[in-house]
């Protein structure tokens, strides 16, 4: 169903076409929440805007506009207030109407689309092989699960791709450590835990920073892998199950569905890129590497930087495996859009390979590349994340860690309330709050920005927190199982201003996540679903529900229902299961 807004917008554009004539440069929306409830629930400026351009006085235009405007069943008449500020407010009956056509249909089918449905990529988590996950791949997983289940929603097709780093230097130097110290590890299956690969991974860089006989021996075992040797293929292929399997573990309490295409999937065109690259006449040779010289990329002496694509001896880089993502993703994938999610720090790296794929013809100008970049995950001393003694956090045991508090926190919250639930209860809630909570936290802040992360802060049952919403809906449900009788919903009533407030705010998750796939900032939503949770709260408090007389029983009971059904679908576009009781 379409928002109140756009519906007013439709209106309100056809208004100032008939009064002045078709105007180009007319902004997108017109319309806007009123700035203060006593002017309405509606505003727009557009008469100020017009001034110049028609010559007359705002509030003359602003009255022209209303004289034109066909909103007579939704609106009470505008009022024109200030220098020419057009003010509306809904008409009571348009808001029951509305609300009493919601219920006569699938609540999935209450929420508009796109228009037209894109083939789209979204590229997000991608861990490396032989590495535990951290929290650094915490914001890259989380934002872009959100931003693929969006799209989903909105009708599109959508690839989530998992990128992950699966081939080059550090194979070779891994497999070459392994061999001279853990041989079993390279032929038989989980001969190692990941934890022991990691350990081996760190000595093994640190032998190669240090030996050059190591170096050389890794670099050879590279060639070999490169070149398709069967015993170096099956050890690689041995440590990458390994990996994998830990971070299906991982996936799965994120509840994060992935297909992965590492860096060694587009291995076999890494040769044809560098082809297209010369045919094109953008290779240069630098300092013996090919490169190709940037547009807007220059060093402190204002020279043009390079993006090498193929280093001196021969080999590749994240670069060329990354333009020959894009190009199989345009060829096979066919492709409308491409959505990379990783930190701000790679900003550069992707500005500089999507100017390249145009200038070389892989990325066409039909097909839109766009980087998704986040902050960092900061401590509560505004420092970057880390343990006691300075190390990285792994992702597993920061997500055990918030089960573990919610628990703690239930637990104590039984005990105050004189509760007594069974073990499997406090299991499946504290584990939901928990998980809940540390993807609410990340979601509802800018993702551009950095943030602080508090356990504290992120389970609290009060404030913009996942806590506070799934409660909302588990309140709901209460209501719901406490009036007992199946609820036949149709006449609608709204008698008090807080179910008006309630009830518009109803209409707005459409234009929100239409506005989320535009910006790809899925705090839009979290913000969104806090205000009508806080509405929702306001609405119970002065609006009894359960000890109305019919039918404004069986009203209320249908405001509550329709609340839950946003939360649980907005939630759910987060990442987010909800709960019956908590």
Same mark, same amino acid.
């Given at each position: 169903?379409?928002?109140?807004?756009?519906?007013?917008?439709?209106?309100?554009?056809?208004?100032?076409?008939?009064?002045?004539?078709?105007?180009?440069?007319?902004?997108?929306?017109?319309?806007?929440?009123?700035?203060?409830?006593?002017?309405?629930?509606?505003?727009?400026?557009?008469?100020?805007?017009?001034?110049?351009?028609?010559? %007359?006085?705002?509030?003359?235009?602003?009255?022209?506009?209303?004289?034109?405007?066909?909103?007579?069943?939704?609106? +009470?008449?505008?009022?024109?207030?200030?220098?020419?500020?057009?003010?509306?407010?809904?008409?009571?009956?348009?808001?029951?109407?509305?609300?009493?056509?919601?219920?006569?249909?699938?609540?999935?089918?209450?929420?508009?689309?796109?228009?037209?449905?894109?083939?789209?990529?979204? %590229?997000?988590?991608?861990?490396?092989?032989?590495?535990?996950?951290?929290?650094?791949?915490?914001?890259?997983?989380?934002?872009?699960?959100?931003?693929?289940?969006?799209?989903?929603?909105?009708?599109?097709?959508?690839?989530?791709? *998992?990128?992950?780093?699966?081939?080059?230097?550090?194979?070779?130097?891994?497999?070459?450590?392994?061999?001279?110290?853990?041989?079993?590890?390279?032929?038989?299956?989980?001969?190692?835990?990941?934890?022991?690969?990691?350990?081996?991974?760190?000595?093994?860089?640190?032998?190669?920073?240090?030996?050059?006989?190591?170096?050389?021996?890794?670099?050879? @075992?590279?060639?070999? #892998?490169?070149?398709?040797?069967?015993?170096?293929?099956?050890?690689?292929?041995?440590?990458?199950?390994?990996?994998?399997?830990?971070?299906?573990?991982?996936? %799965?309490?994120?509840?994060?569905?992935?297909?992965?295409?590492?860096?060694?999937?587009?291995?076999?065109?890494? /040769?044809?890129?560098?082809?297209?690259?010369?045919?094109?006449?953008?290779?240069?040779?630098?300092?013996?590497?090919?490169?190709?010289?940037?547009?807007?990329?220059?060093?402190?002496?204002?020279?043009?930087?390079?993006?090498?694509?193929?280093?001196?001896?021969?080999?590749? *880089?994240?670069?060329?495996?990354?333009?020959?993502?894009?190009?199989?993703?345009?060829?096979?994938?066919?492709?409308?859009?491409?959505?990379?999610?990783?930190?701000?720090?790679?900003?550069?790296?992707?500005?500089?390979?999507?100017?390249?794929?145009?200038?070389?013809?892989? #990325?066409?100008?039909?097909? @839109?590349?766009?980087?998704?970049?986040?902050?960092?995950?900061?401590?509560?001393?505004?420092?970057? /994340?880390?343990?006691?003694?300075?190390?990285?956090?792994?992702?597993? %045991?920061?997500?055990?860690?918030?089960?573990?508090?919610?628990?703690?926190? #239930?637990?104590?919250?039984?005990?105050?309330?004189?509760?007594?639930?069974?073990?499997?209860?406090?299991?499946?809630?504290?584990?939901?709050?928990?998980?809940?909570?540390?993807?609410?936290?990340? /979601?509802?802040?800018?993702?551009?920005?950095?943030?602080?992360?508090?356990?504290?802060?992120?389970?609290?049952?009060?404030?913009?927190?996942?806590?506070?919403?799934?409660?909302?809906?588990?309140?709901?449900?209460?209501?719901?199982?406490?009036?007992?009788?199946?609820?036949?919903?149709?006449?609608?009533? #709204?008698?008090?201003?807080?179910?008006?407030?309630?009830?518009?705010?109803?209409?707005?998750?459409? @234009?929100? /996540? @239409?506005?989320?796939?535009?910006?790809?900032?899925?705090?839009?939503?979290?913000?969104?679903?806090?205000?009508?949770?806080?509405?929702?709260?306001?609405?119970?408090? *002065?609006?009894?529900?359960?000890?109305?007389?019919?039918?404004?029983?069986?009203?209320?009971?249908?405001?509550?229902?329709?609340?839950?059904?946003? +939360?649980?679908?907005?939630?759910?576009?987060?990442?987010?299961?909800?709960?019956?009781?908590?």
């Amino acid at each position: 169903m379409q928002s109140i807004t756009k519906q007013l917008n439709q209106k309100l554009i056809a208004a100032v076409e008939k009064s002045y004539g078709f105007l180009a440069d007319l902004p997108e929306k017109l319309i806007l929440p009123a700035s203060n409830p006593q002017f309405g629930d509606y505003q727009c400026n557009i008469a100020m805007s017009l001034t110049k351009k028609i010559g %007359d006085n705002p509030r003359n235009i602003a009255q022209k506009i209303i004289n034109n405007l066909e909103i007579s069943d939704l609106c +009470l008449s505008p009022a024109i207030a200030g220098p020419g500020f057009i003010n509306f407010t809904l008409k009571k009956e348009y808001l029951e109407s509305l609300l009493e056509e919601l219920l006569k249909i699938p609540f999935n089918e209450t929420v508009t689309k796109a228009e037209m449905s894109k083939k789209i990529i979204v %590229d997000f988590s991608s861990p490396n092989i032989a590495k535990e996950m951290h929290v650094g791949h915490l914001r890259s997983t989380i934002i872009g699960d959100s931003l693929a289940r969006i799209l989903e929603f909105r009708g599109h097709d959508v690839l989530r791709l *998992n990128h992950v780093g699966d081939w080059g230097t550090q194979f070779g130097m891994l497999i070459a450590y392994l061999r001279e110290s853990y041989p079993d590890a390279l032929i038989k299956p989980d001969a190692l835990d990941l934890e022991d690969l990691v350990n081996f991974y760190k000595r093994a860089k640190e032998k190669f920073d240090q030996d050059e006989h190591f170096k050389e021996i890794s670099r050879l @075992e590279v060639v070999k #892998l490169q070149s398709g040797d069967i015993e170096s293929l099956k050890a690689w292929e041995l440590l990458c199950q390994q990996s994998r399997r830990e971070f299906e573990k991982i996936y %799965d309490v994120l509840d994060v569905n992935l297909i992965e295409r590492g860096e060694s999937f587009y291995n076999p065109y890494l /040769l044809h890129i560098i082809d297209l690259l010369r045919a094109r006449e953008l290779l240069e040779q630098n300092e013996g590497a090919q490169c190709v010289f940037l547009e807007g990329f220059n060093n402190k002496e204002g020279n043009r930087l390079p993006l090498i694509v193929q280093k001196t001896d021969g080999g590749y *880089n994240y670069a060329t495996t990354d333009l020959a993502a894009l190009y199989y993703r345009v060829q096979k994938d066919f492709v409308d859009k491409i959505i990379y999610v990783t930190d701000a720090g790679q900003s550069d790296h992707f500005q500089q390979v999507f100017q390249v794929a145009r200038r070389a013809g892989i #990325l066409p100008d039909s097909v @839109e590349a766009i980087h998704v970049p986040f902050g960092l995950v900061q401590g509560e001393d505004g420092k970057k /994340l880390k343990t006691r003694s300075g190390e990285t956090i792994k992702l597993k %045991d920061l997500l055990s860690e918030a089960v573990k508090r919610a628990n703690d926190d #239930l637990q104590n919250r039984l005990v105050e309330e004189r509760r007594t639930e069974n073990q499997d209860f406090i299991s499946q809630v504290s584990q939901k709050v928990g998980i809940s909570a540390v993807k609410y936290a990340d /979601l509802s802040q800018n993702r551009i920005s950095n943030y602080i992360f508090s356990y504290d802060k992120m389970l609290a049952l009060s404030g913009n927190t996942a806590p506070y919403m799934l409660y909302a809906y588990a309140r709901i449900q209460g209501i719901a199982r406490e009036a007992k009788e199946r609820q036949v919903f149709s006449k609608i009533l #709204l008698e008090k201003e807080s179910e008006v407030i309630l009830a518009k705010a109803l209409f707005d998750l459409s @234009e929100i /996540l @239409e506005e989320v796939e535009k910006e790809l900032l899925p705090n839009r939503l979290c913000e969104y679903l806090y205000d009508l949770s806080k509405k929702f709260n306001k609405f119970y408090e *002065n609006c009894p529900v359960l000890k109305s007389n019919e039918p404004l029983r069986s009203s209320r009971l249908a405001l509550c229902s329709l609340t839950a059904q946003t +939360l649980e679908l907005g939630l759910s576009l987060l990442g987010i299961k909800t709960l019956e009781r908590m």
